[in-house]
């Protein structure tokens, strides 16, 4: 049995596209270096690898990623849209 988490009561399928579509909306907000800063943690990059390969300290590092963390647990937590409403 899979322990991932399902969003709102959803398929595991359903509830992974979520999130994906929230994860691409809200990097698509952020300022290009804190995108591509999150973007390689995605891939799975260290975070001093991170930190050296935008040439950013790991504590600023740190706390671009804590924020993505926090914003994604906001809008994950939000009432789901309802795609069948807009047809």
Do not use: Y
């Amino acid at each position: 049995t899979s322990s991932a988490p399902v969003i709102r009561g959803g398929s595991e399928e359903e509830a992974l596209r979520t999130l994906e579509i929230i994860i691409d909306e809200t990097l698509g907000d952020l300022p290009t270096a804190q995108r591509e800063m999150i973007r390689l943690r995605i891939e799975g990059h260290g975070v001093s690898e991170i930190a050296e390969t935008t040439q950013r300290s790991k504590r600023s590092l740190q706390r671009v990623l804590q924020q993505f963390r926090n914003r994604l647990g906001r809008l994950v937590l939000e009432e789901p849209l309802d795609d069948a409403s807009h047809d």
